[in-house]
């Protein structure tokens, strides 16, 4: 069975860094062709897409946040993190991870997801 | 970017009856290489994390019934559920996946009449 499981801080507060870990199992981050990516979600609001990272460790980043945004894997430990600095109200969201592929960016097997409240 | 503009927002449907959702693309997501339209649609129901449900336009994923189907080529995209379920109310999004930043429409909420 393949899981996602996104987990970190429920509350931040303004200009704090959020560390998001996902850790999957069911499949291996060192499998050619796998990534993992991260996707939020604000509350009521549609998908927007954060920063993916591929087995071979090649990382993409969403250009308005890529200032904002690290992702690393640790392959060995089947986990993806996800670092936001400066963080602020506006990035109050529910954050999924997701398997993606490199040759098709969709995203067919996404975590619970966990809600991140930014708030002082 | 990629912009995903879905249509309508909002539709309400008899059970049994068709609901088709539309999605446009502000530049072709058809990969010329391969011929392929970098093209998915998920369902969100509430409280749940989306739902892969179509990729390649038209390509079902795996346990999904066949009542969804999609079509389209290029900008313009459909998603048809051919007869409606209770247990098909929920949010659609289209994602591109042609570059990044992947982008998603802004959804369709699909209900019962």
């Known amino acids: 069975q393949i899981t996602l499981k996104e987990s970190g801080p429920t509350l931040v507060k303004p200009t704090q860094t959020l560390t998001l870990t996902c850790t999957f199992s069911?499949?291996?981050?060192?499998?050619?062709?796998?990534?993992v990516a991260w996707i939020r979600q604000p509350p009521g609001k549609a998908l927007e897409w954060l920063a993916l990272?591929?087995?071979?460790?090649?990382?993409r980043y969403r250009p308005s946040l890529e200032s904002r945004l690290t992702i690393t894997k640790d392959t060995s430990k089947n986990q993806v993190v996800l670092r936001m600095t400066n963080m602020d109200p506006v990035d109050t969201a529910t954050y999924y991870c997701?398997?993606?592929?490199?040759?098709?960016?969709?995203?067919?097997?996404w975590g619970r997801g966990t809600l991140v409240t930014v708030s002082s | 970017d990629i912009v995903m503009t879905q249509s309508p927002d909002s539709l309400a449907v008899s059970l049994g009856e068709r609901a088709t959702i539309n999605c446009k693309s502000s530049?072709?997501?058809?990969?010329?290489?391969?011929?392929?339209?970098?093209l998915a649609w998920y369902q969100q129901k509430p409280g749940q994390p989306p739902k892969l449900v179509i990729y390649?336009?038209?390509t079902r994923e795996s346990g999904v019934p066949d009542r969804f189907s999609g079509s389209g080529s290029g900008t313009d995209f459909t998603l048809t559920i051919s007869s409606l379920q209770a247990e098909d109310v929920a949010i659609y999004y289209c994602?591109?996946?042609?570059?990044?930043?992947?982008?998603f429409g802004g959804g369709t909420k699909v209900g019962i009449k």
């Open positions: 994602q591109q996946y042609y570059n990044t930043p992947r982008t």
């Open positions: 997701a398997r993606t592929y490199y040759d098709g960016g969709y995203f067919d097997l």
């Open positions: 990272i591929y087995w071979d460790g090649g990382d």
């Open positions: 530049q072709s997501v058809l990969h010329s290489s391969n011929n392929k339209n970098y």
């Open positions: 390649w336009a038209s």
């Open positions: 069911g499949f291996s981050l060192s499998t050619s062709g796998v990534g």
